[in-house]
């Protein structure tokens, strides 16, 4: 089948719901019934939820796992080049034949049924992962938890939560106990929880959850801590301590992600070879990522060039204190942005560590921010700003003026993906 076949039903199922987002498990239950409950048959799960770092924290965990000779199933969102990218079948991207097959079976058994992308392509995945034996099935909340597609496993092995903030008001709420309250829907009963680094405000709430579910909590500050101490990665847990290699990813917020990932590996006793492959061998495009080849690099070989997905301000924050921790040379952004998203959040903390930003829009997103806007936007901040057409021109623009600084084009995972699909 060819590589055209599972674009063309991907497109077909964006128009079995009018909306994008409609968070209820009501159709997802449907359809699983109608395939045959797939999900009851998948390995072990590990379900991951939080605003920031779930991503890079399931990468770690299963590079672990794999260290450890183990296969892994994983369902990660949203993609950056593929669709494909989102279903890893022991270990491998899932293949064009198999992911025309699953999504076709699921198209056939909704029967037309209204159903959003995201829930339908979800019970794809779990269609795929019942088919081939792993090990252990990592799954990551597409939004929220409580109501997320992924929802509906009632025994995981282990649920993890990442550090909480405000991001997606819209669909969880306006405060920070609201939107904890929606991430600690993936708690079950007697479900051991990893806990990243909280707010006061949400780990009260995960807390009283946990409380009632009788779900034993593993939280950073309590149960176990992670820093960096001559240039190494020290764990420490009730079981003891640990010196590792620090995170391959690169950022002082990995430090913490790395803390909950080996709180994970180590609850279900991995062992050393997977602990060391956790931190070195992990990896998550568009994370702080140095580009190093492509047409980009090549338009500008003396640029060092990074790559950077996250778009909220707690996102922020951790570029800005990561940019601190590099070389000294001139910084300057290229940003792009979703009009639903904190621009003036993301961009303060930015602010210090940049010369200028040049804003660009999101190209094929109906929800990008106007260029003109996010510059505006960035000028309030105190940013030096301009504008282009695109991420290749506004690149241009600052060889022109600054031929051997650093550029980070940052702002949103769809900037990424474009940007890697573009940069070969």
């Known amino acids: 089948m060819s590589a055209q076949g599972s674009d063309v039903i991907l497109q077909r199922m964006m128009s079995l719901h009018?909306?994008?987002?409609?968070?209820?498990?009501?159709?997802?239950?449907?359809?699983?019934?109608?395939?045959?409950?797939?999900?009851?048959?998948?390995?072990?799960?590990?379900?991951?939820?939080?605003?920031?770092?779930?991503?890079?924290?399931?990468?770690m965990i299963r590079a672990g796992y794999e260290g450890?000779?183990?296969?892994?199933?994983?369902?990660?969102?949203?993609?950056?080049?593929?669709?494909?990218?989102?279903?890893?079948?022991?270990?491998?991207?899932?293949?064009?034949?198999?992911?025309?097959a699953v999504l076709d079976e699921c198209w056939t058994a909704n029967g037309g049924e209204s159903i959003t992308y995201f829930e339908i392509t979800t019970c794809a995945a779990f269609l795929a992962f019942a088919r081939t034996p792993a090990d252990v099935t990592l799954m990551e909340t597409g939004l929220g938890g409580r109501l997320d597609a992924t929802n509906v496993f009632e025994k995981p092995a282990l649920t993890v939560i990442t550090p909480i903030s405000l991001d997606h008001q819209q669909f969880?709420?306006?405060?920070?106990?609201?939107?904890?309250?929606?991430?600690a829907g993936i708690l079950k009963r007697g479900v051991p929880c990893v806990v990243g680094p909280q707010p006061d405000e949400a780990m009260e709430v995960i807390e009283a959850r946990a409380a009632r579910l009788g779900a034993p909590l593993l939280a950073h500050g309590q149960h176990w801590h992670a820093w960096e101490e001559r240039g190494r990665l020290?764990?420490?847990?009730?079981?003891?301590?640990m010196d590792l290699p620090l995170p391959n990813l690169p950022g002082a917020h990995q430090i913490e992600n790395a803390g909950a990932a080996l709180a994970?590996?180590?609850?279900?006793?991995?062992?050393?070879?997977?602990?060391?492959?956790?931190?070195?061998?992990?990896?998550?495009?568009?994370?702080?990522?140095?580009?190093?080849?492509?047409?980009?690099?090549?338009?500008?070989?003396?640029?060092?060039?990074?790559?950077?997905?996250?778009?909220?301000?707690?996102?922020?924050?951790?570029?800005?204190?990561?940019?601190?921790?590099?070389?000294?040379?001139p910084t300057h952004l290229i940003c792009g942005m979703l009009n639903t998203k904190d621009v003036t959040g993301y961009l303060r903390p930015l602010a210090a560590r940049a010369q200028s930003l040049t804003a660009v829009s999101i190209p094929g997103e109906a929800n990008t921010l106007p260029a003109e806007e996010t510059a505006g936007i960035a000028a309030s901040?105190?940013?030096?700003?301009?504008?282009?057409?695109?991420?290749?021109?506004?690149?241009?623009?600052?060889?022109?003026?600054?031929p051997a600084a650093r550029v980070l084009i940052c702002g949103s995972l769809y900037l990424a993906g474009h940007v890697l699909r573009e940069n070969g």
Do not use: C
């Open 381 to 402: 901040v105190g940013l030096s700003t301009g504008t282009a057409a695109s991420v290749a021109e506004a690149l241009a623009q600052i060889v022109a003026k600054a």
């Open 172 to 183: 969880l709420g306006e405060t920070l106990a609201e939107i904890a309250g929606e991430k």
């Open 264 to 329: 994970a590996l180590r609850h279900l006793g991995l062992g050393e070879a997977a602990y060391e492959a956790a931190v070195t061998r992990a990896e998550w495009p568009a994370r702080m990522q140095r580009l190093r080849e492509g047409p980009l690099v090549e338009m500008a070989p003396d640029i060092e060039l990074w790559l950077d997905g996250g778009h909220n301000p707690a996102a922020g924050e951790a570029l800005a204190k990561h940019l601190a921790t590099l070389p000294d040379r």
């Open 18 to 59: 009018p909306k994008i987002i409609d968070l209820t498990l009501d159709r997802v239950w449907r359809l699983l019934d109608a395939l045959g409950h797939p999900e009851r048959a998948l390995p072990p799960v590990i379900h991951a939820a939080g605003t920031n770092g779930k991503g890079s924290t399931l990468a």
């Open 68 to 100: 450890a000779g183990k296969s892994v199933h994983a369902y990660t969102s949203p993609h950056l080049a593929r669709f494909h990218e989102r279903i890893r079948v022991a270990g491998k991207l899932i293949s064009e034949d198999a992911l025309s």
């Open 234 to 241: 020290v764990f420490q847990d009730e079981t003891g301590l």
